[in-house]
């Protein structure tokens, strides 16, 4: 069983739609991370949270905690957003937990 | 400004060299973290350490070796020992578990390690 499960797997979409990812977990956390690697790339951490919501740009996270659930949204999605996108939770005892990652393709 | 810090981006070796990957971070940060991907793969965790001269073997420990001499670096040798090296190196930093705020946590930005 996976402690971290996202969805969907994979995902495209037209240039300038409104793209939702998703990110369950089952165990406790302290905050949650949702980072950006794009192929053949590095990793971007894009937020980490612990309650709420946090916005950067076009890119909003929120995060339920009663729920165990998180989800990342991207606003206008453009080509340059191609890329996995992988939920990451710490858990009360600094452990990491890793999602399989979101494969996301927005075509022009 | 603070952050932590993965060297070289890429990294090429023959095989049968030990190669070391350099994480270095000016957090603060007590705990450090390798995890070690593979393409179409999720991340596992290959080593932590907790604090200063202390580290525990994650799941795919074999083949690997840590060190962990001062708070700030948390260095990664890939040994002839493991079999399949090629594969993307992620290093983490988290303030730590003894300390009563532990949410923050960063990300290295990886190094892409191909083994020829």
């Known amino acids: 069983k996976n402690e971290v499960e996202q969805s969907p797997q994979n995902l495209t979409a037209q240039e300038g739609e409104f793209i939702t990812i998703n990110c369950s977990y089952s165990?406790?956390?302290?905050?949650l991370h949702w980072l950006q690697q794009h192929p053949g790339g590095g990793i971007v951490s894009l937020f980490m949270?612990?309650?709420g919501k946090k916005k950067h740009g076009r890119l909003i996270a929120t995060i339920n905690i009663q729920e165990k659930h998180s989800s990342l949204h991207i606003t206008a999605s453009h080509p340059r957003d191609s890329a996995v996108y992988i939920c990451a939770v710490m858990d009360n005892f600094n452990k990491f937990y890793f999602g399989s990652g979101t494969k996301l393709n927005v075509k022009p | 400004d603070g952050g932590i810090t993965q060297s070289p981006k890429y990294l090429f070796r023959k095989e049968g060299q030990n190669v070391t990957l350099s994480c270095e971070q000016n957090?603060?940060?007590?705990?450090m973290y390798w995890y070690r991907q593979d393409p179409g793969q999720g991340l596992r965790l290959i080593y932590y350490?907790?604090?200063?001269?202390?580290?525990q073997k994650g799941d795919i420990a074999e083949g690997y070796s840590v060190s962990r001499e001062k708070k700030e670096s948390f260095p990664l040798t890939v040994t002839s020992a493991q079999k399949n090296p090629t594969a993307f190196y992620l290093c983490a930093s988290s303030i730590g578990a003894f300390r009563r705020l532990n949410t923050e946590a960063f990300f290295g930005q990886g190094t892409r390690l191909t083994v020829v």
């Open positions: 949270l612990s309650s």
């Open positions: 957090l603060n940060h007590d705990a």
């Open positions: 350490s907790q604090i200063v001269n202390d580290f």
């Open positions: 165990v406790g956390i302290s905050a």
